[in-house]
């Protein structure tokens, strides 16, 4: 990915009207989450936090779905561009928050409706079992080598984890139905979401992937710039290395002694 | 000591290794800097320098073992940014370790090597035999064994995977003058069977008769070649 | 070049050989799971209880042991520089897998084993005559799955510094679905929980779990083995 020609920060034309029009989306989110939209019946104000709560999950599993397609295009296409690796890591990096807030949000939510921190849903656990993946996928990346062994390496993992995840879900989702509190619990369970609310909810899973987009976009640019860095250290590291090879001066050295 | 066939395509056949302007690094330190040199086939190559200087990483990038990060390199007709995999049967490496299994004994290391390349019990035999490690300590675990013994031992196992390309680093080390001596010879047959062999070595006095060529590593980079 | 099959062996063979010699997972290992049911015991602290949950503790003591073992099995290669000399001799990433694999799977199965007889003495469990057969196939099946994913991700931990500590980090959520199948099925097989009929599909879940990652690391091992 071709950095700006600014040189001086990662926005462009392009970036700036999505970060606007994010901008104008959160806002309506707030208006509708926190005032327009009815408390629900059963729960009250606390319904609110799925607006976050859910947008958020939704991204959280957008950003693992683009981590490993941008994982696939990087090692099976024949130009093997290191662009694909950066909006890899990029989308692994916005994921995890993603991660983070559903999981806050939900432990919220949970607290608030149930007086429960945890519920041991289906969707929540592999949640969390996506974050811990993606923490991995991250430690992997910074192991250092060169670029194309960090892309080959975190690519591969980022495609077993397409295996892993769906596993994991299932495993959960079985596991879950063996206990029946767990239909009480659901957390859409006993939320009737129509009209309004449901209006809400949709901008709110709009908004949310514009933020994301926006997000992404900048992180793989700074990601672009941090590699272009790495590169310039080399060159220093390279010229550093090779004046290894001529000889200090001598007469330094005496003055040293004496 | 026959070297393997090896695939059936034509081969430069005098150049075994050519790097140009060769940049390897590891973790974040440039080892090599831009090392541009060749080797022709039947030589032995004496790489000398300080400690640091990038000859262990030399050794191992002409075994496909490290990437190339700039420039270009060809071993024995296998592209070094794409086809190490291809080149790494026909390469052999004795590094400061010796690669060998410590609880496993003499005759099963070599044995496991050779069997790596279908290599038949009379070659192996054979090859225990040429080392000295055929009676006495060919049933002893690799872990009772001195320096000395642990080094042929890896050699032997070189041998056994009938390598064509010898990467040896210090492979004096820690041997007395026989030990020595045995290496010296086994490497000139190992020349005359159509090896190549290249040496990263401190020890003056064995490397320089030795060689067929000399080259200074330092600060990752070759200084033009002094004659031998 | 010798045959795919034929190295598989070979190496799986070495695997198994150097352990004879050195004991290490027999006397450092084993002891170790034998202390974590102990331990469970210690925190734990009542009878019925542990006995409804052993099946959940058997296979938690495995997974830690798992992660010593994988540890084990490649330190092997870099005590004397030997994973060099592996990726040199041109072993196909595929076969050193298998073997590896092969090698993991047969010490996993001695050491479940042992945990299994350890929660009869420790917890009173008693095997179920028909849950025997369920008994056996989780206890291959699992073992087959621990030890491809834990040969896969070692794989990616070996060597360099700074990469042991990532091995319990990517390998434990991956294992998951091993844990949770895995202790269902137990269950059903000791009569803790459930009948036999329920714990199969769990074993089926296991045995799901292990073929897509025998599979999936086959293909994926070269990449992650490579320097």
């Known amino acids: 990915m071709a950095l700006t020609a600014t040189g001086r920060s990662t926005s462009t034309h392009a970036t700036r009207v999505l970060g606007i029009v994010t901008l104008a989306g959160v806002a309506w989110l707030i208006l509708f989450g926190l005032f327009l939209s009815p408390a629900d019946k059963n729960q009250g104000e606390s319904v609110r936090i799925l607006y976050l709560h859910a947008p958020s999950a939704w991204l959280a599993y957008l950003a693992f779905v683009v981590t490993a397609g941008a994982s696939a295009l990087y090692l099976f296409t024949k130009k093997h561009s290191l662009g694909w690796d950066r909006l890899a890591g990029a989308s692994a990096e916005v994921g995890v928050l993603f991660m983070g807030i559903t999981l806050v949000g939900g432990m919220r939510w949970g607290r608030l409706t149930w007086s429960v921190f945890w519920r041991w849903d289906a969707r929540l656990t592999t949640t969390a079992f996506l974050f811990v993946t993606y923490i991995g996928y991250l430690a992997v990346r910074r192991l250092g080598g060169t670029f194309e062994q960090r892309a080959r390496r975190s690519g591969v993992l980022a495609l077993l984890a397409v295996l892993e995840i769906p596993l994991v879900h299932f495993s959960v989702e079985l596991w879950r139905g063996l206990h029946q509190d767990a239909t009480i619990m659901r957390p859409n369970g006993d939320v009737k979401l129509d009209g309004l609310m449901l209006f809400t909810l949709l901008s709110g899973i709009v908004t949310f992937t514009l933020m994301y987009a926006w997000l992404v976009i900048h992180r793989t640019r700074t990601l672009t710039a941090e590699d272009m860095l790495d590169d310039v250290g080399l060159e220093l590291a390279l010229e550093e290395r090779r004046r290894e090879s001529t000889p200090p001066n001598i007469a330094e050295k005496g003055a040293l002694l004496s | ?228 | 070049m010798t045959g795919w099959w034929d190295t598989t062996w070979l190496i799986a063979k070495r695997d198994l050989l150097v352990e004879w010699r050195s004991r290490i997972a027999l006397n450092q290992v084993f002891p170790f799971a034998g202390i974590v049911m102990v331990m469970f015991g210690f925190a734990i602290d009542d009878t019925r209880l542990m006995k409804q949950i052993a099946p959940g503790l058997i296979v938690l003591a495995t997974m830690f042991s798992l992660l010593i073992l994988v540890q084990r099995s490649f330190a092997v290669e870099s005590e004397d520089g030997a994973l060099d000399a592996l990726r040199t001799a041109g072993v196909s990433s595929s076969a050193l897998f298998w073997g590896k694999s092969i090698a993991m799977a047969i010490q996993l199965a001695a050491l479940e084993a042992l945990l299994i007889l350890l929660a009869i003495l420790l917890y009173g469990s008693t095997i179920r005559p028909s849950g025997v057969l369920l008994l056996i196939a989780t206890w291959l099946v699992a073992s087959w799955g621990l030890a491809t994913v834990g040969t896969l991700y070692g794989g990616l931990a070996a060597g360099a510094r700074g990469r042991e500590t990532l091995l319990p980090l990517l390998l434990l959520p991956v294992v998951a679905p091993v844990l949770i199948g895995a202790t269902r099925a137990v269950e059903a097989a000791l009569g803790a929980r459930g009948s036999v009929a329920d714990g199969w599909p769990w074993m089926g879940l296991v045995a799901v779990f292990a073929a897509v990652f025998c599979a999936g690391g086959t293909l994926a091992v070269g990449t992650l083995i490579d320097e």
């Open chain 2, 1 to 228: 000591m026959g070297t393997d066939a090896g695939p059936a395509e034509d081969r430069p056949s005098s150049t075994v290794v050519e790097l140009d302007g060769a940049v390897a690094v590891i973790g974040r330190f440039p080892a090599l800097a831009g090392v541009t040199l060749r080797v022709d086939r039947g030589d032995i190559v004496w790489l000398r320098g300080p400690n640091g200087a990038g000859k262990t990483t030399l050794l191992r990038l002409c075994a496909g073992l490290v990437p190339l990060t700039r420039g270009t390199g060809t071993v024995l007709g296998c592209d070094l940014r794409t086809e190490r995999d291809r080149l790494r049967p026909m390469v052999g490496v004795l590094g400061h370790a010796n690669g060998l299994y410590l609880d496993l004994t003499v005759a099963e290391n070599v044995g496991f090597w050779g069997a790596t390349v279908g290599a038949s019990r009379e070659e192996i035999a054979s090859v225990l035999d040429r080392l000295g490690l055929a009676q006495r300590l060919a049933p002893l675990p690799v872990r009772r064994l001195s320096a000395g013994q642990q080094r042929r031992t890896a050699i032997a196992c070189l041998i056994a995977r009938r390598a064509e390309l010898w990467l040896l680093d210090e492979p004096h080390a820690g041997l007395d003058a026989a030990g020595r001596d045995d290496i010296d010879s086994i490497l000139r047959q190992a020349v005359a069977s159509g090896a190549t062999v290249m040496v990263a070595s401190h020890e003056f006095d064995r490397a320089a008769p030795l060689a067929t060529k000399a080259l200074d590593v330092v600060g990752g980079i070759i200084r033009p070649p002094v004659t031998s």
